[in-house]
């Protein structure tokens, strides 16, 4: 399996990397698009914070509760922080999990976490 073909899956599990090494590992929602992955997530998380610090993470085709199955892929991460890259991750998402990711956002914006700041993590 290689990074591209983790684009189709439903989840992914992203492990990024403290300052002493140690993994921390976060199932995602996954858009692939050009043998690239993009995951849409709160600027300010801890998985962002540690990707500026070290980009090398590793992801796994993995269910919702982060349950791999498969092996693990090196990979590099950068953060997308545009408005542009916001807009195309959310129609990339409504396409990829329609009423799913429709209902998230509308909760989202019921409980005032629609203004939050997210920004798109690229993974190659």
Do not use: C
């Not at 684009?7 to 002493?20: C, D, H, P, V």
């Not at 858009?31 to 995951?39: A, C, H, R």
């Not at 962002?48 to 892929?73: E, F, M, P, Y």
């Amino acid at each position: 399996m290689d990074i591209s073909s983790l684009g189709k899956e439903s989840y992914i599990n992203l492990e990024t990397f403290r300052k002493n090494g140690e993994g921390v590992k976060t199932p995602v929602w996954v858009v692939g698009k050009n043998g690239k992955l993009y995951v849409w997530t709160v600027a300010d998380s801890w998985k962002v914070k540690r990707i500026r610090n070290n980009s090398q993470v590793h992801v796994a085709k993995s269910d919702a509760r982060g349950n791999t199955d498969g092996s693990w892929l090196p990979a590099q991460a950068r953060i997308l922080e545009t408005s542009d890259a916001d807009q195309q991750m959310q129609r990339d998402l409504a396409g990829k999990y329609g009423l799913m990711f429709r209902f998230i956002q509308l909760s989202q914006r019921l409980r005032g976490a629609g203004k939050v700041k997210r920004v798109v993590i690229e993974i190659s």
